[in-house]
């Protein structure tokens, strides 16, 4: 089929789309409101996209109020301190539907929010009509193959989880179609805006849809252009879209690639390691085209078009030199499907993600649209290819069956069984219009899909939706409403405890709404030094997109990043594992659940647990900026077990770079700090165990992890006030072969039947455990170390690779087991959660949190910068020093910050591994930090140059086309 650019009467198929949209967004949307939800998830969406639409549209309203003073682009409030342009241009700067909230009063958030999703979706089926109507096809049969584009498993989870995956749905046919004019010799502006467009929007979009872009131009012309195409003119004018969009578009993404570049993305493990899928991925492959539910599962191959989509599938690879670039395109798409590189290429070269699947939509709608526009004519041997295909496609989903009884199969299987139904009866009996009952069976089809997406109670997005009201609820009483009242006027940050939940069933990192400064934060960009100093210090909630968390409730950190103020769920997990020196401060009114977490042997009121929110303060949080006259030297750092480095932030300042930066002061003195603690590790079968070369094949085999030296009171006590700390250096698991994993477990059943009579069914149990380990990706890399103590259960886990933004490969980590004000523990209990085996090597560490560290932080609060003034993108005060020494502090480092001393520039240098740093001699300063956006300046000037070659060519451009 061609393309065709010679105008049509279109009003009344937008017309008949607009009307089929809202029968479409019935279905999509209604069973939210319908059971009292919203269009929020509790996870992205909640963390980010709406906080950051409000917050991005106070900015630029602060921006059209007063367009020539400074903005503010460093904001305190986002994890440590961030550069809000790069957050903004991630997620709402090129958006140009985050633009529309202007539109509504800052009280409507929400529901601006959620208004805006509906128009995006309806964008998505407005751009795929503007597609289909350059070609020779009926209004309904273009309508068809829109519902079939709209509604895909993809789309019906991105348009309420992370709404901006809507935009490459609207771009990609824009593009394609752009691309079509400059191959007919037509005019390359249209696809200067499209590009730029496409850059602005997201530069990991951009990315995705760039190479699209490219496979299709290469695709097209091999197909369809090879021998008519003029390859100079052609490629002058997608040279001259190329550049111009680039340069218009400079202004962003020079900055946008500075932060890519120096975010904790870069450098990620290649594809999570994998060289080929788990088995169960290319197992249920073939049953994802028309049900996708399980996107996550299988590594966003979400597919999930509605039914017909097999048969038209069928229907084009029948005649594949009619419809070459569609055979090629698609068949290629499967090839890329089965390999794990492709979809870390696709990815940036991190976890094997196929969000690059939102590119093969467009051309499976068309597949649609070109069988509805043949289905009526159809020759008798076609339809028994597509009848005998369509039946070998049932039996392959009939014995996946087997493995995954997934009852969602059901419906998908009955419209495709209905649809072959259909096309046999149109063209055995015929009947009046065929369009409409081959697009009635379509949005039959595309709203069942719908509505069983977000259906609450079999699994559907509805149980991770907020409830109406709710957001608003959670931020009011965010901590509770122990925020209120807080004195805000001087600077010190906030944090919870790990696990520990005040808004149950949330994942909430993010605290946008409150005023105060969270050290948790959740966004795709984090600085780069922050992950290296987390890593350093083997911090085990550390991710790519969430460097801290609550830093494992490890003292000396939440003092260092200047944490004050500890918010509580009485009754949620690590209640109690409340770091050094934090003491309650305020509570709210207890609440008594009188059938959860009650004594047995309750006789009076006070004998029940009440429910409280509490607020713990602590006198030893740092400050943001304080001088310190002993260093470290990066060679002695590097010695230092990861409790030790964590535990020498007190004691002294890590400068990285140029040692001449610590000239004049004297090494930090690191002695009585931490103690390392002689432990052994016994199993519950009473035999000592060598961690090193631990064999797991027992899943109820538990272990102590017992200190020899505790049984004597006297070495308890010396250990009082100290923080427990396991400090693995390495940690490597091998899972056993599926094999010997079943072996094992069958083993363990027949130790189990110790009663007379007892007898084993092997068969069985060989196919369950067979069953279990291929639906869950066995033999794989996870497993989790889990350590009891009285505080809780603490946890090292290797995540799944079908983990994607949050991947981490686990090698390392240090474990915070708690802080004991009184005796030491004797043992702990420990349980690996998979068999296999087991290499670690640890040290047990006992960090003292005594006399001496509480010295040596009211000698850093002592040295703190004074006066301290925060302005729009600088903070500044006054120190007098006696010596030579380093300003440092908490403050994130980056290269747009700049420094003066005393009214004359200052280097700044980079402390502790990823903070800012000034060295300052001996006397009286006033010190002045600003904050720049790094590359903004670079990509303005790109730009403006840009804006000048763009008024060049578009006069000459109209000059021309004047003369013709």
Known sequence: MDFSFKKRNVKRLYLNYSLLFIVIAACIF???????????????????????????????????????????????????????????????????????????????????????????????????????????????VILGGTVAYMVNAFLLYACVA???????????????????????????????????????????????????????????????????????????????????????????LVPELNAVMNSTRAGSQFANGLKTYPLYYYLFLPKQLINGGQWYFMFWSALGIVSIGFIALVYIYIQPKKYPLLTIGLGLSLIMLLIPAV????????????????????????????????????????????????????????????????????????????????????????VRHPDYWLLAIIMFN??????????????????????????????????????????????????????????????????????????????????????????????????????????????????????????VQSNSDNAGKIPAGYTQHKLTDPIINYDVGQPSDAKKQSDFVPTQTIRYRTKNAFPLLYWQDTYISPQRYEKLSASAKERALASGVLVNGNQKNVQGMSRTDLSNSITTVKSELISNRLNKVNPAHLKYTDSDETYQLTFPAMEKKRNRQKLRGSELHIDFSTIKYTSFSMKDQIKYEQQHLLQMAVNPGSYINHRFNQYKYLRYHIINGSPDISFKLNFKSRFGTATIEQPKQSTLSLFKKVKNG??????????????????????????????????????????????????????LKFGKNRVSGTITTTRPGILTSSIPYSTGWTATVNGKAASIIRTNQAFVGIRLPKGTHRVVLHYHIPGLRLGTVISLIGVAWTVIFGIATFIIDRRH
Not at 165 to 186: D, K, N
């Open 30 to 140: 209604g069973s939210y409101l319908i059971f009292g939800h919203t269009f929020i998830l509790n996870r992205d969406a909640l963390n980010q996209h709406l906080p950051l639409m409000v917050k991005y549209r106070a900015a630029v309203l602060e921006f059209l109020k007063h367009p020539f003073h400074a903005h503010e682009v460093w904001s305190w409030q986002m994890g440590l301190g961030t550069d809000t342009f790069q957050v903004y241009s991630y997620y709402t700067l090129g958006d140009v539907f985050s633009y529309l909230a202007l539109l509504f009063p800052v009280s409507k958030m929400t529901r601006a929010y959620q208004i805006i999703l509906i128009l995006r979706m309806y964008c998505v089926g407005l751009s795929f009509v503007y597609f289909a109507q350059h070609f020779k096809l009926r209004d309904n």
């Open 162 to 252: 992370q709404p901006f995956f809507t935009t490459p749905f609207i771009l990609f046919p824009l593009i394609v179609v752009q691309i079509e004019r400059v191959l007919q010799g037509r005019s390359a502006w249209p696809l200067v805006g499209a590009f730029f467009w496409m850059l602005v929007s997201n530069y990991y979009l951009a990315y995705v849809l760039g190479i699209g872009a490219f496979i299709y131009l290469v695709l097209r012309v091999l197909t369809h252009y090879r021998k008519s195409l003029d390859y100079p003119r052609v490629f002058l004018k997608l040279s001259f879209a190329t550049v111009t969009s680039i340069l218009l578009a400079a202004v962003l």
């Open 343 to 430: 979809g870390s290429f696709f990815n940036g070269m991190m976890s094997a993600s196929n969000r690059w699947t939102l590119l093969i939509y467009l051309p499976l709608a068309m597949a649609i649209c070109i069988l509805l526009e043949n289905a009526d004519h159809l020759s008798r041997h076609t339809l028994w290819i597509l009848n005998w295909a369509t039946l070998i496609y049932l039996i392959i989903l009939f014995a996946t069956y087997f493995f995954q009884n997934d009852d969602a199969m059901f419906m998908p299987v009955l419209f495709l069984i209905g649809s072959m139904m259909v096309l046999w009866i149109l063209n055995l009996h015929g």
């Open 446 to 567: 595309a709203g069942f899909n719908a509505i069983y997406a977000a259906f609450p109670y079999n699994g559907g997005f509805s149980s991770r939706m907020l409830n109406r009201g709710e957001y608003q609820a959670m931020t009011k009483n965010r901590y509770g409403g122990l925020d209120q009242g807080l004195n805000r006027q001087y600077f010190y940050r906030v944090s919870t405890v790990s696990q520990n939940k005040i808004v149950p069933g949330v994942n909430w990192d993010n605290d946008l709404t409150s005023g105060l400064n969270n050290i948790d934060s959740y966004y795709s960009l984090q600085n780069k030094y922050l992950g290296q100093f987390n890593n350093s210090l083997q911090n085990i909630q550390y991710t790519p997109n969430i460097p801290i968390r609550q830093a494992d409730d490890r003292t000396v950190m939440n003092n260092f990043f200047g944490v004050k103020y500890l918010f």
């Open 814 to 867: 240090t474990m915070n087991i708690g802080y004991y004000s009184g005796n030491f523990p004797q043992k702990l209990t420990f349980q690996p959660s998979k068999l296999g085996t087991y290499q670690l090597k640890y040290k047990v560490t006992a960090v003292k949190l005594g006399s001496h560290y509480r010295n040596q932080v009211r000698t850093i609060q002592n040295h703190s910068l004074n006066n």
